[in-house]
């Protein structure tokens, strides 16, 4: 008997295996790995975008959260 529908059969695989055994070539993975950094700089460059867009339309807002990030970094222990 099974569970919330899970399938006995079925194993889970990592999908960012890099071990070279999925059957790609190096140049493959390479561009695979090259247009995955592009995406994520990308993502990222968008992301600073928007937060600091917020920061400008919402000021006591990010006062705020300024505040609360450096009571964070007062009170950690390193």
């Known amino acids: 008997m099974v569970d919330c529908g899970e399938t006995p059969d079925r194993t889970e695989t ?12 190096g140049a493959e993975d390479a561009e695979q790995e090259e247009t995955r950094r592009r995406r994520r700089a990308a993502f990222l460059r968008e992301l600073h975008e928007a ?16 505040m609360r990030q450096q009571m964070r970094m007062r009170t950690f222990r390193w």
């Open 14 to 25: 990592p999908s960012d295996s890099t071990d070279g055994t999925d059957g790609t070539s």
């Open 51 to 66: 937060k600091a867009l917020r920061d400008r339309v919402q000021p006591r807002r990010a006062r705020a959260a300024r």
